[in-house]
C-alpha cells in the first residue's frame, strides 16, 4: 500500500513537473493543516467538523500509517495547544471555512487518478 502511495505521488510529481519531495511534503503539510483544524474542532466540541476533517482524509488521501499519524499527531498538538492557551472557541462557519480551505489542500496534494 506504501508503495501504491509513492507511485502515485511520484506520478503526479511527474505529471505536473515537480520535484517529488516537494510533492510528498505538500501531501504532508496538508494533512497537518487538516489536522491542527481538527485539533480545534474537538477543542470547541464541532462534532459535524470532526468527522468532516476525518472524512477528508479518508476519502482524499492514500490510506497509510504515515498518512494517518500525521494526521493524527497534529490534531492532538492542536487539541493540547488550544487548550493550553485557552483560547476561544471561532465561530462555527470560520471553523469550517479552515476545513474548508484543509480539505482542498489535501485534495490537491492527492490528487484522483
Known amino acids: 500500500m506504501k508503495t501504491l502511495a509513492l507511485t502515485l505521488?511520484?506520478?503526479?510529481?511527474?505529471?505536473?513537473?515537480?520535484n517529488p519531495a516537494q510533492a510528498a511534503?505538500?501531501?504532508a503539510a496538508a494533512i497537518t493543516q487538516l489536522?491542527?483544524?481538527?485539533?480545534?474542532?474537538?477543542?470547541?466540541?464541532?462534532?459535524a467538523l470532526v468527522?468532516?476533517?476525518?472524512?477528508?482524509?479518508?476519502?482524499?488521501?492514500?490510506k497509510t500509517r504515515e498518512i494517518g499519524e500525521i494526521f493524527e499527531a497534529a490534531t492532538n498538538a492542536s487539541y493540547l495547544k488550544f487548550g493550553n492557551e485557552q483560547k476561544s472557541c471561532p465561530d462555527s462557519a470560520s471553523l469550517a471555512q479552515q476545513i474548508n480551505v484543509a480539505e482542498q489542500r489535501v485534495s490537491a496534494a492527492f490528487p484522483k487518478p
Open 51 to 62: 468527522a468532516r476533517a476525518r472524512n477528508a482524509v479518508v476519502t482524499n488521501a492514500p
Open 25 to 27: 511534503d505538500e501531501g
Open 35 to 47: 489536522g491542527e483544524a481538527n485539533g480545534i474542532a474537538l477543542a470547541c466540541q464541532q462534532m
Open 9 to 18: 505521488t511520484l506520478a503526479t510529481a511527474i505529471g505536473l513537473n515537480i
